[in-house]
């Protein structure tokens, strides 16, 4: 950690550092446990290589919403201000912000007991109904990145189908050419059916924390915005509940159990949030270098990709076996 943000932290927010631990995880951004007197917590310094100012500034607004949420019991890290800001400029290449530290374990698919799949849906719908409380934004403009429309997906598979060659991985080919027959028979209407508002937009098993049986926080609301707020169910279900190519019907049902208990939610609901998460991902994960020798998170979504790509037809009666 830099010099100048430890003296920072004492001086802008009362934190003596005692004890600084580097926290994995996280593209180029660089994060520390620290232990002070008042507590431990977390600091996340942001990559300006990764991201330009605007972008810092647009992650500024997600973590102003993710105040809101904290105080209307969604169960995530509070955040430090440091005047009403919680990203903190020291100069043009450091930015940094300050959380408590929230303790927990992460689970995938093949290790979540059942009550932690009922109460990770519970989260899920009191998170939902409290980003619905916030004012909706004056431009109400969906991501441009990943396939949230027909016409971004025509064009990221036209894309792909006019780059796509021989050296290709063969896996990869093949892949690219099983998405056709689901894009022809998709349109427009099929988008419009789905709610929109601030979703979480990145709920997946590295940014939730689990106790015995319950969900102990929801992390990293950096990518909360305006979207389809089913994408949030998708994701979670793909992850948590697909297990190798079998989706387990009871996690799914423990999901839909949480959620109902604070937002209507049918398991025909979820078959069309998992089909939505295809449309948005697929350009995401759906690419050449994740058919080679690549890390075991991009893999995962890859075969997930793969599997509602060969199940797209059949999803309904799969979740209702």
């Known amino acids: 950690m830099k010099h100048s943000i430890i003296a920072d932290l004492e001086n802008n927010y009362g934190l003596i550092c005692n004890q600084i631990t580097p926290v994995t995880g996280g593209l180029l951004n660089l994060k520390w446990k620290v232990s002070t007197e008042k507590g431990e917590f977390l600091v996340k310094q942001y990559s300006t290589m990764r991201f330009r100012r605007e972008q810092i500034e647009r992650i500024e607004s997600a973590l102003q919403r993710q105040i809101i949420l904290e105080k209307n019991g969604v169960p995530c890290p509070f955040l430090w201000q440091y005047e009403d800001r919680v990203i903190h400029w020291l100069d043009d290449k450091t930015a940094y912000m300050v959380m408590d530290f929230r303790s927990g374990r992460t689970e995938k698919a093949n290790t979540i007991a059942i009550a932690q799949m009922r ?6 719908a009191i998170m939902h109904k409290a980003f619905s409380q916030l004012p909706e934004p004056s431009i109400k403009s969906l991501p441009v990145f990943g396939g949230y429309t027909m016409d ?37 209407e099929f988008f419009d059916k789905f709610p929109k508002g601030f979703a979480h937009e990145d709920f997946q098993p590295g940014n939730i924390l689990f106790d015995v049986d ?13 979207s389809y707020i089913w994408h949030d169910i998708g994701r979670a279900i793909l992850s948590f509940a697909l297990e190798g190519n079998v989706m387990n ?20 609901n979820i078959a069309d949030a998992l089909r939505l998460s295809w449309c948005i991902e697929t350009p995401w994960w759906i690419q050449p270098e ?32």
């Not at 894309?159 to 027959?181: F, G, I, N, Q, W």
């Not at 019907?249 to 025909?268: I, N, P, R």
Request: aromatic share 12%; hydrophobic share 40%.
């Open 249 to 268: 019907v009871e996690k799914v049902c423990a999901f839909l159990e949480g959620y109902s208990q604070h937002s209507d939610l049918t398991l025909s």
């Open 214 to 226: 319950c969900v102990a926080a929801v992390v990293d609301f950096d990518r909360n915005c305006y």
């Open 152 to 188: 971004l997906l025509w064009e990221n598979f036209n894309s792909r189908m006019t780059k796509c060659s021989l050296d290709d991985h063969v896996e990869y080919r093949k892949a690219v050419l099983a998405l056709e027959p689901i894009l022809k028979q998709l349109n427009t």
């Open 119 to 124: 109460s990770l849906g519970s989260v899920c």
């Open 290 to 321: 994740f058919f080679r020798e690549c890390d075991e998170i991009p893999k995962r979504f890859k075969d997930e990709m793969l599997w509602l790509t060969e199940h797209w037809f059949e999803i309904d009666s799969l979740l209702c076996s």
